[in-house]
C-alpha cells in the first residue's frame, strides 16, 4: 500500500486551519458579548469597597462617578477628581486553545491568526483624593471608544483634568528615491 505523503499534509494543514478557524469563531463570540453595552466596564482596581477585576456599571450623575456591581460600589465625587486619563489598549484573546493552534500551523502561519486574535478597549484613569486628602486612583477597562466619552462627560459636570494637545495625524514624511 502506497502512501501519498503530499497529500496526507495538505489534509493535515487544512484539518488544524479549520480547527484555528473554529476556536477564533469562539473567541470572537465570547467577546463580543463584552462590548454589547457601553456602560458595563470591568473595575481593575482602586475603588475602596470593590473587588479587582470586577464586572459592573459605570454611570456619570451629577454628584460624581458611581461603580454598581453585585460586589459591591464605589463613588467618586466631582469635587475631588484631580485628573482623568483615558489609553488604548489590547490583549490576546482565546487563549490556550487559540495558542495551541497557532502553533500548530506549518511554515510560521501562526503569525496570521494573531492578526485577528486582538481586542481593542479603552483604559479610563480617574485620579482622586479621599476625605482625608489622600491621593488615589481607579482604573477602569471600558469598550472602545468610551473612555474619551465618559472623559468628555465628567469635564462637563465639573471634574478636572489636564489639557489633553490634539493628536494630529502622524507626520509622515514621503521618501522619494530620486536617481541624479
Known amino acids: 500500500m502506497k502512501h501519498n505523503f503530499v497529500s496526507d499534509k495538505v489534509r493535515l494543514t487544512l484539518m ?5 478557524a473554529l476556536c477564533t469563531a469562539f473567541a470572537t463570540a465570547q467577546t463580543a458579548g463584552e462590548s454589547s453595552t457601553s456602560t458595563t466596564v470591568t473595575h481593575i482596581m482602586g475603588l475602596e469597597g470593590v473587588h479587582n477585576n470586577t464586572n459592573g456599571k459605570l454611570t456619570v450623575s451629577a454628584s460624581g462617578l458611581q461603580f454598581a456591581s453585585s460586589a459591591g460600589t464605589g463613588d467618586v465625587s466631582i469635587a475631588s477628581i484631580r485628573d482623568i486619563f483615558v489609553g488604548s489598549e489590547d490583549r490576546q484573546v482565546g487563549g490556550v486553545p487559540m495558542m495551541m493552534g497557532k502553533a500548530a500551523i506549518p511554515y510560521s502561519g501562526g503569525r496570521v491568526i494573531s492578526l485577528f486574535s486582538h481586542k481593542k478597549y479603552d483604559s479610563l484613569v480617574v485620579e482622586y483624593t479621599d476625605a482625608n486628602g489622600g491621593l488615589h486612583g481607579a482604573i477602569f477597562r471600558i469598550a472602545r471608544g468610551q473612555g474619551w466619552e465618559y472623559r468628555k462627560e465628567l469635564v ?3 471634574a478636572k483634568a489636564s489639557p489633553v494637545a490634539e493628536i494630529d495625524k502622524p507626520a509622515t514624511q ?3 528615491n530620486e536617481s541624479k
Not at 488544524?16 to 484555528?20: E, G, K, P, Q, Y
Open 174 to 176: 514621503e521618501v522619494k
Open 156 to 158: 462637563a459636570k465639573g
Open 16 to 20: 488544524l486551519a479549520a480547527v484555528i
